[in-house]
């Protein structure tokens, strides 16, 4: 069994839940979610609980891996939609920053040009320091991918750690070129 997929999934008050035949429809203070699962799976709400429960029909592998990750989908949209997700994005270097203007977020990052990005639907970004970007919404999927789409334009490099980078990521530094004169 599973260890992921045979763990219910806990329905916080004030989230509504509805389950058709091959996805779940959550909505919450938050938003609304509609997750899609695989068909296979079969996925049981138990309203006086409070609790979602994934049932895989066979152990067939592809039933096995399909289990997890359908209970992760379903627990996702219910957070999603409860609680919210969000990125934080760090800007390193001089002169590098970020700003809101209207419906996108602009970029210094050293490059000739400002990086103009359209914020998605469905979430929201907002800057409470030139350096830092806080991206939130309750589609996990959506959340990371932007991040990852703005961390995209500036990775951090190795050498002085300039660019975008995920808040507590580590980037490994590597010693520059040794002084020239010192091996004669």
Do not use: W
Not at 24 to 45: R, T, Y
């Amino acid at each position: 069994m599973s260890r992921v997929g045979k763990q219910p999934v806990k329905v916080p008050s004030g989230v509504k839940v509805e389950i058709k035949k091959t996805a779940i429809k959550a909505e919450g203070p938050k938003g609304v979610l509609e997750q899609p699962f695989p068909a296979d799976m079969k996925v049981n709400f138990d309203k006086d609980a409070g609790e979602i429960h994934v049932v895989r029909p066979t152990d067939s592998n592809r039933h096995r891996a399909l289990h997890g990750l359908t209970q992760r989908l379903v627990d996702n949209a219910v957070v999603g939609v409860s609680a919210g997700f969000q990125k934080k994005l760090q800007i390193v270097g001089i002169g590098y920053n970020a700003k809101i203007q209207g419906k996108e977020v602009v970029l210094s990052v050293g490059f000739a040009n400002q990086v103009h990005m359209p914020i998605p639907a469905g979430l929201s970004v907002e800057t409470p320091v030139p350096t830092q970007v806080i991206v939130s919404g309750c589609d996990k999927q959506k959340v990371g991918q932007f991040a990852a789409e703005i961390r995209k334009i500036r990775p951090p490099e190795p050498y002085k750690g300039k660019g975008i980078r995920y808040d507590g990521e580590h980037v490994r530094r590597k010693a520059g070129k040794a002084f020239a004169g010192s091996g004669q």
